[in-house]
DNA sequence: CCTACCGATCGGTAGG
DNA sequence: CCTACCGATCGGTAGG
């Protein structure tokens, strides 16, 4: 019995992983499978090396988790759906459009920032489920770009923002600068979200040239 | 003999895909390759799967091509060099950087335009790479991210831009833009590369408001 | 949560 | 370029 516990605690040090003890619940899995799908994405990462990181074998992430795609929803729907909560408020709101779209970049990158590699996951390996989920990850996606497209246009109507040719490309290409953060931000880098959100929303208002 | 030749076209017919006849070369599996890692990415898709495209068993590909890896190195580095061979003489070159940054991003939409699965493998599959290769590609990143670098430091200098309280994050920004669009640009869409990159230009130099 | 295992599939090779 | 095959690894399960 001592030995056997000693062959566990040792076999969980070669894992190397788990923080002290604690029990595994579905919870931790969620949380390791998102630290290294955003690490090393969804089709590379295998369940050994999830069971790995929390501290059991393989066949025991069973007991907590349906399947591996079952893991992959979870994190994809709730991270949209954490981006969706802190902007639609903001979307809807009464303010200028000016106001809301400052507000909206940084409420995404503050997102972005605590919740750096469920979004890697979230915005870019939604690909990986299976036709009849990715449907509903679309669905999704299009109400976050609707949210910024609403931004602009009450912006052109107001006489805000110019009168863009193409509000649909200006939106794409907008959150597409901002999900490219996925890329570079660092928690330890030298710009807080806060003021990395600035110089992103100058950038988008304000443009380059002087 | 005649039997064994109209087995072997069966076999094509089903795997479906290859255009009539011609030989199978290196170059003809590269094609395919990029076509298929560009649509679903290299961990998930299979030398049987490229094997299929170009009309031959799996095996028969090593009499080609060395690795799979191979593949994904050879794509991403010319992906990237035909970005650094079209940007590279118009950031170096004596206009000011207003017209150089125009010119720039007009380049890159053209070269995405024009290898649009080839530019989603080099920008986003890089990470597949063993560690050796990696850095190369790094290296090849560095210098296109410095290319934007000097245009905007250049502008900057010369008063054509605003003091860009953070240039470093501007050229992460205005990358991270034009490499979204491998997400939503589409060949069969109403706007031309060219008329695209307008758009993007103006966004970038000078932004929504009025 | 473990033991013991399953069929399927992976990239790649020897020998012709 | 095919035939025939390799060891390794994959997600997942039965039975305790």
Redo the contacts with the bound molecule.
């Keep these: 019995m001592a030995k056997q516990r000693e062959l566990?605690v040792t076999r969980q040090r070669e894992r190397g992983t788990r923080a002290a003890s604690g029990?595994?619940s579905a919870e931790l899995i969620e949380r390791e499978a998102i630290r290294l799908f955003g690490e090393r994405t969804y089709p590379v990462?295998?369940?050994?090396d999830i069971s790995d990181a929390v501290g059991?074998?393989?066949?025991?992430l069973?007991?907590?988790i349906n399947?591996?795609?079952d893991l992959l929803i979870k994190i994809v729907e709730r991270g949209i759906r954490s981006y969706l909560d802190a902007i639609a408020p903001i979307a809807e709101s009464e303010q200028s459009a000016t106001i809301r779209l400052r507000k909206a970049i940084k409420a995404h990158m503050l997102v972005l920032a605590t919740a750096l590699e469920q979004t890697r996951v979230s915005f870019h390996q939604w690909t990986y489920l299976s036709s009849e989920h990715k449907e509903r990850v679309i669905l999704m996606r299009q109400r976050y770009e609707e949210l910024f497209s609403r931004i602009l246009n009450d912006g052109i109507s107001s006489g805000e923002f110019r009168d863009l040719s193409n509000p649909r490309i200006a939106v794409l290409a907008l959150i597409g600068m901002l999900n490219s953060a996925t890329e570079w931000y660092s928690p330890t880098g030298p710009l807080s979200p806060e003021a990395l959100s600035e110089v992103l929303a100058d950038n988008a208002l304000i443009g380059l040239q002087k």
């Design positions: 566990r029990p595994v990462v295998g369940m050994r059991i074998l393989p066949g025991s069973y007991v907590h399947s591996k795609e």
